[in-house]
């Protein structure tokens, strides 16, 4: 079946680093997103991946491996303003989203 | 405009109600989307429209019904609300012919069903 996995919450410190790991199984990958979202704010865009590999925008990376169905996003030189909800999910087959739960990040100073 | 709108900001309806949640979008795509979101799940297609004229049913279509008469517009209607449609709604928006197909969101509206 269709499932993406995140952890539900992760707590790091400004200015250090912190990766987000997302695990996928669905029908079909046509694509892998990112998106932030803050609290009572819409989701916003950060990174697609579609080939194996890493892709680096500014303070945020994003990889991929299809052979093993994971994806982690990184975040550089943290700052509190990061502290959000990021969102994985996955383009299937019919080029529909799938969406994980998404992992809540807590900058702490 | 810039990008997506959707109105109203939020809204508290009576159970039974029939509403209608708003969305346009200003970039010329021609693909459409309502999710859902609800604490602790992720966000969950409702309906889609990959063109003016054309709509199809997403994960929970249940008690939700759209309609796409021109490239602009996508309203969402609840033609008997219950309390289980209370929730997050975002309408979003992408370009079909774009390599990414990126979706981009509206700013959501709460929905409260007594």
């Known amino acids: 079946g269709q499932n993406i996995d995140q952890p539900t919450e992760m707590t790091a410190t400004e200015g250090a680093i912190v990766q987000i790991n997302c695990t996928y199984q669905?029908?079909?990958?046509?694509?892998l997103f990112w998106y932030q979202q803050h609290a009572g704010e819409a989701p916003t865009f950060l990174s697609y991946n579609v080939l194996d590999g890493l892709e680096e925008k500014g303070r945020f990376s994003s990889f991929l491996s299809r052979s093993k169905g994971y994806s982690y996003l990184l975040l550089k030189e943290l700052q509190m303003k990061d502290s959000a909800s990021y969102l994985c999910?996955?383009?299937?087959?019919?080029?529909?989203?799938?969406w994980g739960a998404g992992t809540k990040l807590i900058i702490k100073p | 405009i810039a990008g997506i709108t959707q109105a109203p900001t939020s809204q508290i309806l009576a159970a039974g109600r029939r509403m209608t949640l708003r969305c346009t979008q200003d970039m010329r795509h021609n693909a459409m989307y309502w999710y859902r979101q609800d604490l602790g799940l992720g966000l969950r297609l409702i309906h889609y429209?990959?063109?003016?004229?054309?709509?199809g049913k997403g994960e929970v279509p249940d008690g939700y019904s759209v309609s796409r008469a021109n490239t602009d517009d996508f309203p969402l209607t609840l033609a008997s609300a219950v309390p289980s449609q209370t929730s997050v709604y975002f309408c979003?928006?992408?370009?079909?012919?774009?390599?990414?197909?990126?979706?981009?969101f509206g700013p959501g509206t709460r929905l409260t069903v007594l």
């Open positions: 429209s990959n063109t003016a004229g054309t709509t």
């Open positions: 979003a928006s992408s370009d079909l012919a774009s390599g990414a197909d990126t979706q981009y």
């Open positions: 669905t029908s079909g990958f046509n694509g």
């Open positions: 999910a996955v383009k299937e087959s019919n080029y529909q989203l799938i």
